[in-house]
């Protein structure tokens, strides 16, 4: 639930309170034991049904470096990164996430996961040796939304490669900003996380209090992950940043130069929530990647909660551009300790695409408005494909 009287109108159209105004109907149990310390999102394992051609796409055209490869597996960072790795591209015959990795502050915080985690009767796994090339001691876990969570410390360093200009494209990724997941309980997943130690920086609501959608953090920026609601637990996008937006230019410019232009899916353009530039891509094997720049710094305990309401047109696309339907409904696997697909269990709630697709199709409404301009609507309303 949300109440508006709680929140303030800003001039900008959004909504801000000083507290996260979602309220959890069955919220997972908070554990007794202390939570890690989480610093930042630092890896995810993706397995990939091609490792040539998913290197192709990660190495040769976004301009990925690798720190190290075999037969089975590629590992990737970005040009500002000094640990082993940002993204691990393992072979596999279902395409799917393997890990959400994060990077804790101590060692001792390994063993705070392990009681936090227990206590909730999760299954957990610990790895001295750990369970990728480049990470020590660490622990995996199935958390109780289904994801595949990693917490390590021990790290094998890595040159940091900023200040090598010579090897910098007009496209260049610089960081690992954050990942997205797909619940079909936001608020229970924001109730977790918050007990995890995750703050709300935005989030997207109705009148009526449903949430569709939160971004939550660890580092200063507005998300370290977001959960968006749908059919889930799913993987909804990985997201490198840049540092300027002409950056994500480059990049239109080279998919379309390179004829690959099919793997943009949404975008360019500028967000309402967290107010970045950004791109969606899609990689060979229908992994959702996002380039983003130019959020906002969110360190202040006091930080404001910002809360869009669902029926806004530039909450997603700050310009008021559709979204493409693929976006709402696509997503991918995540996987069980054992390297099986989890099952995926459908959303009982409204979804976003939902109440903001009109019935003609692909237009979009807004809230006592018919539906977008015709001369807008584009491509995006059915019978408009070319």
Known sequence: MTHRDDMTLTSSGFYVSQEAPIECADPTP??????????????MELVVSDLKRSRDFYVDVLGLTVTEEDEDAVYLRSLEEFIHHNLV??????????????????PEDLDKAVAFYTELGCRVE?????????IGDSVRVTDPLGFPYEFFHDVEHVERLAWRYDLYTPGSLVRLDHFNQVTPDVPRAVKFMQDL???????????????????????PTVHDTAMTGGDGPRMHHVAFATHEKHNILAICDKLGALRRSDAIERGPGRHGVSNAF??????PDGHRVEI???DYYTGDPDNPVVTWDVHDNQRRDW???PVVPSWYTDA????????????????????????????????YTREGEESMPEWKQGEYKLGHQV
């Open 30 to 43: 908070t554990p007794l034991a202390s939570p890690p310390d989480i610093l930042r999102c630092a890896y």
């Open 89 to 106: 591209l393992r072979q596999g015959e279902v395409p799917a996430v393997a890990a959400f990795s994060y990077r804790v502050r101590t």
């Open 126 to 134: 610990r790895r001295e040796d750990g369970f990728v090339k480049g």
């Open 197 to 219: 130690g995750f703050r709300v920086t935005e989030d997207i609501q109705d009148e009526e209090g449903t949430v569709y959608a939160a971004w939550m953090r660890r580092k």
């Open 278 to 283: 950004y791109l969606y891509l899609r990689d």
């Open 292 to 294: 983003y720049t130019q």
């Open 319 to 321: 310009w008021g551009n």
């Open 332 to 363: 991918s696997l995540v996987l069980d300790l054992d390297g099986n697909p989890q099952p995926v269990v459908a959303r009982t709630e409204a979804s976003e695409m939902s109440v903001t697709i009109g019935a003609d199709g692909f237009s």
